[in-house]
């Protein structure tokens, strides 16, 4: 049974770094997507990076590119989430998502598994 399991969220300021953690497990993840989704109160679920695992191609929402920087341990089966100058607009509870393909990775509704969610808060 695969398991997505977040961490890393927290309260900082404008400016500021933040890395989010996604401990995945259940099965070999060679093959999958894994996608940081974010969803603030009031707003629709909305794409902030997504990594093809084996090959490492990465892909960002404009609102974060050059800020975010998204990466994977093998080693750990871990997917990273570095999130650089932080802006309030950031604020909203992250998750972590896995699906078997690498088509429609900015679709929250192409992925098959989620985390429960870390909440960041930026405070300007």
């Known amino acids: 049974q695969v398991q997505l399991v977040e961490s890393g969220g927290g309260l900082v300021q404008a400016g500021d770094s933040l890395r989010l953690s996604c401990a995945a497990s259940?099965?070999?993840?060679?093959?999958?997507?894994m996608g940081w989704f974010r969803q603030a109160p009031g707003k629709e679920r909305e794409f902030v990076a997504a990594i093809i695992w084996n090959t490492g191609n990465s892909y960002y929402a404009d609102s974060v590119k050059g800020r975010f920087t998204i990466s994977r341990d093998n080693a750990k089966n871990t997917v990273y989430l570095q999130m650089n100058s932080l802006k309030p607009e950031d604020t909203a509870v992250y998750f972590c998502?896995?699906?078997?393909?690498?088509?429609?990775?900015?679709?929250?509704?192409?992925?098959?598994?989620w985390g429960q969610g870390t909440q960041v808060t930026v405070s300007s």
């Open positions: 259940g099965r070999a993840f060679n093959s999958y997507t």
């Open positions: 998502a896995a699906m078997p393909s690498r088509f429609y990775y900015n679709n929250p509704r192409a992925y098959t598994h």
